[in-house]
């Protein structure tokens, strides 16, 4: 409907799985990568997890599109519950005849033990892919463990990727699942989008429908990922309702004001659906209540303070597309003085003194004689940057490029890497953070350069405060990032098939931390020997024990090896 008015070739935002739209960011490539060395594997599992809507399926995809020379991949989107069905659904993925109605189930693990051995001799490596593993039962996770133990007596004749919400990490964690969880050689979790990677993934979506022109304010996206909680599912409904909002008002671009009135009728219409289900006495009440709320926010035109966009409130679409989603609160601005009939008003929400709100420092209100507080060491993500690059040395003053911050950070062999979690996790990073606070405001953010068990030493402009913890956390939702030193060459995954530069720096730093004398002075090839030590420093480390080099084992390597370039965390009383 929208898509002529704006210029576009076809629909920016559906949430089909279509690789063309694939937009990689660090997480997503690293999920790739993972899909890709297990497809080289012999033998065992890949676990890919992720919370609804992070663009596992569509990683998927693009996993099918690339696969390497030799593959073979028998696809389940949806896990049958029953062993004899999963087993005749992959023999006939695999392209074996078969009769569900006449051959048992250990029939049919003979057939596709045949098959298997047969592809083994023409030098083919078959791969089991199923998604929505978290569905799947104790009694077929047991089957699919089972048919790791089609072999021969040097490899393993099948490869399997469990692909799955959050949930499923729960199950393989239990006793009764841990002979599966022990033949994990290869897992990763996708995190949801931040906030510039938001941005990204709407321009990115914009230029391959067509329009390569900002369809969206600044603080329309700041918006949208405060709803959407990063959730590239859920940014895809709410873009798509506010360029259909735009299109009806006949604006040239969403602009904050109508991103909260898409994201209003989103939840009205989970509302109506939701009333016609039967209701508990408690469950009505509360609709009751709710309502109340949501008809009075109705009356402003916008979304309240306090209001989130749920994924469960995107009903309006198939059930099969959105499930339910913890999404970060963030609140928009007042915005009750403007009117929706002066466009250029409206325009002006956007921006501050002439230029993006996102790009605007927090105005500090500490008086001087006070002592510095957390409002007074709280500033723009850029301006964070820009404090966290000085740490490592980086001061850059060419023009334009500190615009994308993390780009010129890889042009000095720096990468950034957001993550989650608490003051534990950034203790063992040990390395400055830029955490992102949260208030009525919106979002802030502070550089962590000091931490000890009860204070954080905080940064800004040459000057440093310490601040209790209990401070800062009611307004951290365990959102930040980091820099870490890539090794030679740039790769973030150093795995089976990866020779050169950087297996030789993993097996040096490996031999320096373990004080092993090193067999060679050169070692190019990563081997499974190699394997072998990146395992034991894993399990040492508390790490996920891949055998894999990814990033989170190179950061806990640099982290360990005390490189005197890698700046630290300070200690606080």
């Not at 429908?209 to 918006?223: D, Q, S």
């Not at 339910?324 to 963030?330: A, H, K, S």
Request: hydrophobic share 40%; charged share 25%; glycine share 8%.
């Amino acid at each position: 409907m929208y898509t002529k008015y704006f210029g576009l070739k076809e629909p920016a935002f559906s949430i089909t799985p279509d690789p063309r739209f694939l937009y990689l960011s660090e997480d997503h490539r690293e999920a790739l990568a993972h899909l890709l060395y297990g497809a080289g594997e012999g033998g065992g599992f890949v676990l890919l997890t992720g919370e609804v809507g992070t663009g596992k399926t569509t990683v998927c995809r693009t996993f099918l599109e690339q696969l390497p020379q030799a593959v073979d991949v028998a696809l389940i989107l949806n896990p049958p519950r029953t062993v004899p069905d999963l087993l005749y659904a992959i023999c006939e993925e695999f392209g074996i005849p078969v009769s569900i109605a006449t051959e048992s189930p250990r029939e049919l693990m003979a057939k596709l033990n045949r098959y298997l051995l047969e592809a083994h001799a023409r030098i083919r490596r078959p791969v089991l892919l199923i998604d929505e593993a978290q569905n799947l039962g104790p009694d077929v996770l047991e089957q699919i463990r089972l048919l790791t133990n089609l072999e021969t007596h040097t490899h393993k004749l099948l490869q399997i990727f469990l692909v799955g919400q959050p949930e499923l990490r729960d199950q393989l964690a239990t006793r009764e699942l841990r002979q599966i969880s022990q033949r994990i050689t290869a897992r990763y979790h996708l995190l949801p989008l931040s906030r510039r990677e938001t941005s990204d993934y709407v321009a990115h979506r914009l230029a391959v429908a067509g329009v390569e022109r900002a369809l969206f304010t600044g603080g329309a996206l700041k918006r949208v990922h405060k709803l959407s909680g990063g959730i590239p599912r859920i940014i895809n409904i709410l873009c798509d309702r506010a360029l259909l909002g735009a299109y009806a008002t006949r604006r040239p671009v969403v602009n904050r004001r109508i991103v909260n009135k898409a994201a209003g009728e989103l939840m009205e219409k989970r509302s109506r659906a939701n009333f016609n289900k039967p209701l508990t006495g408690t469950v009505l009440l509360f609709l009751l209540v709710g309502g109340g709320v949501l008809l009075y926010s109705w009356k402003e035109s916008t979304v309240p303070d306090d209001t989130v966009l749920p994924a469960a409130a995107t009903t309006v679409l198939p059930e099969t597309a959105v499930s339910e989603q913890r999404i970060e609160t963030v609140p928009p601005p007042a915005e009750s003085g403007k009117s929706e009939e002066a466009p250029a008003a409206a325009e002006e929400s956007d921006m501050v003194d002439g230029a993006p709100e996102d790009s605007v420092d927090p105005v500090i209100t500490a008086e001087p004689a006070k002592q510095p507080d957390l409002e007074s060491m709280s500033m723009s993500e850029l301006t964070g940057m820009k404090e966290l690059l000085a740490l490592w040395g980086l001061e850059p003053k060419e023009p334009g490029s500190l615009e994308d911050p993390c780009s010129y950070a890889l042009t000095r062999g720096l990468r950034c890497r957001k993550s989650m979690g608490g003051w534990k996790k950034i203790g063992r990073y040990n390395r400055p953070v830029l955490i992102e606070l949260e208030d009525k405001q919106g979002s802030s953010y502070a550089l962590v350069t000091g931490l000890g068990p009860q204070y954080a030493q905080l940064s800004r402009g040459g000057a440093s405060t310490v601040i209790p913890l209990l401070t800062i956390t009611p307004r951290w939702q365990g959102r930040f990032l980091f820099l870490w030193k890539t090794p030679p060459g740039g790769d973030i995954l150093i795995g089976p098939g990866s020779t050169g530069a950087e297996v030789h720096w993993l097996y040096k730093t490996l031999s320096r931390h373990t004080g092993a004398a090193m067999k060679s002075t050169f070692v190019d090839r990563f081997d499974d020997v190699l394997r072998e030590s990146v395992l034991r420093f894993q399990r040492q480390r508390g790490l996920e024990a891949d055998g894999l080099a990814g990033p989170e084992t190179i950061i806990e390597l640099n982290t360990v090896g005390g490189s005197p370039d890698i700046p630290r965390l300070e200690q606080t009383r």
